[in-house]
């Protein structure tokens, strides 16, 4: 939770506790004594299931749905789910998410055998708020750029209760009062002496927003 809050983004921090409020009531509602046990004899907990919804979103691709629609959806995708994500990977994953459509990976140069196939998640309109809320990790500096222009009203939201629309002026008021907490400044000499892994990230995602809000915007 300290790396959650550390991150100075409201909108992720409520996602990711619905989900796990969603997770919970799962695991309540369902799982029981009767339930068969771990892959070691020991009882299910709420934290192995956690951990598939998890492993699950992890594996999940983002894809855009009908052209009129102005919306993405995410889907699991077998096979197509075992590449990883590379933004300047040549391999495109197309197709829409639409009755009787067709998702593939169109090679963008010749392949060899053994050759890895990576694609870009998110169809290169993802953000590093659904990298590391998703996958666990974070990209480069254009995936900085799409958050801060979610934050500006500049690009719409892909996920959330303001999918296909742009962050309302009150979330967006609330997450730049959140990185207003503290300075770039600050935020860098976080960074360096910071040792535990999940607030390591949690600052540089937030170090990361502000510098591209910075060629827009005043941060400090």
């Not at 008021?173 to 910071?194: F, G, P, V």
Request: charged share 30%; with cysteine; glycine share 8%.
């Amino acid at each position: 939770d300290e790396a959650l809050e550390a991150l100075q983004a409201p909108m992720v921090v409520e996602e990711t506790l619905k989900r796990r409020e969603r997770t919970k009531k799962r695991f309540d509602e369902e799982v029981d004594d009767s339930f068969t046990t771990w892959i070691d004899g020991t009882p299910i907990t709420e934290q192995h299931l956690r951990w598939a919804v998890w492993l699950v979103t992890s594996r999940i691709l983002t894809v855009e749905g009908d052209a009129e629609e102005n919306r993405a959806y995410r889907l699991l995708i077998p096979f197509l789910d075992m590449c990883n994500h590379d933004r300047s990977s040549p391999h495109v994953l197309t197709g829409r998410a639409v009755p009787g459509g067709e998702l593939k990976v169109l090679a963008g140069a010749p392949v060899q055998a053994g050759d890895q196939i990576n694609i870009c998640y998110g169809g290169g309109v993802a953000g590093n708020d659904r990298f590391l809320q998703d996958y666990g990790f974070l990209d480069s500096e254009i995936a900085y750029n799409i958050v801060a222009q979610q934050l500006l009203g500049k690009k719409r939201m892909l996920e959330g209760d303001s999918a296909g629309r742009s962050m309302s002026i009150v979330d967006r008021d609330a997450a730049m009062e959140k990185l207003r907490q503290t300075t770039m400044k600050q935020d860098q000499e976080l960074l360096e002496k910071e040792t535990d892994l999940a607030m390591k990230s949690a600052v540089e995602y937030r170090l990361g927003v502000k510098k591209a809000l910075s060629k827009f915007v005043i941060m400090e």
